[in-house]
């Protein structure tokens, strides 16, 4: 059962360019949205989180943006570069769980 | 992250064979996950342990097994490996307080069941 949902699967951008990856969840007792970057051979690592009691959060390049309402939150990486080429892991967790359940990821591939 | 290692980091093994992945931490974490990794399938959980005494089974168990030796010790065993157990694993820890803490992963194994 996929409790959280990230698309697209595979982003291909140009440098400079915004790279948005999505993902939504189902269960609303998720209290905790955080990021994992994974760089190839490398195990993923954290790179931003949010909690839903803000609607954004923002880290240099990188922004969550929260709906809470629509059950949704995105990854925006502004003015994208190729050392960002990287998989990218949306998770949440809720209910004081110390476990997190990640969606699928995303395949990003920066172009010089 | 050095703190986390895994080992090996590539094993190639026949259908049927038992085999062991091993991880150790050195971030003096008191919780301890396994995950493994496919394309499309994102990382999904296999075990975790809370403490030395606690082990709980994940989203995707079946077929594995685990051992936590020590605190900085945690182990997976596949006890009959197939083909479809054929993935990237990897190991995290986590520790501090609250649920919202972070997790540190460990470099994964690439496995390959023939």
């Known amino acids: 059962q996929q409790q959280v949902k990230q698309s697209p699967q595979s982003l291909i951008v140009q440098k400079g360019g915004i790279s948005i990856i999505n993902c939504a969840y189902e269960n609303t007792a998720f209290d905790y949205f955080p990021w994992y970057q994974q760089f190839p051979g490398k195990g993923p690592a954290l790179l931003i989180a949010i909690r839903p009691d803000v609607s954004e959060k923002k880290e240099g390049r990188f922004t969550i943006s929260f709906n809470k309402s629509a059950k949704q939150f995105s990854l925006h990486i502004m003015d994208s570069q190729p050392g960002d080429s990287a998989t990218y892991f949306c998770a949440a967790n809720g209910d004081s769980s110390y476990k997190l359940i990640f969606g699928s990821g995303t395949r990003l591939l920066v172009r010089p | 992250d050095a703190d986390v290692t895994q080992t090996p980091r590539n094993r190639i093994t026949k259908t049927g064979k038992r085999i062991m992945l091993e991880c150790s931490q050195t971030?003096?974490?008191?919780?301890m996950y396994w995950y493994r990794q496919d394309p499309g399938l994102g990382l999904r959980l296999i075990y975790y342990?809370?403490?030395?005494?606690?082990?709980n089974k994940g989203e995707i168990s079946d077929g594995y097994s685990v051992s936590r030796q020590a605190q900085a010790k945690f182990s997976l065993s596949l006890e009959s490996a197939i083909p479809n157990q054929t993935a990237l694993y990897f190991c995290?820890?986590?520790?501090?307080?609250?649920?919202?803490?972070?997790?540190?992963f460990g470099p994964g194994t690439r496995l390959l069941v023939l």
């Open positions: 995290a820890t986590s520790g501090g307080q609250g649920a919202r803490e972070t997790q540190y």
């Open positions: 342990s809370f403490d030395v005494k606690d082990i």
């Open positions: 971030k003096g974490h008191d919780r």
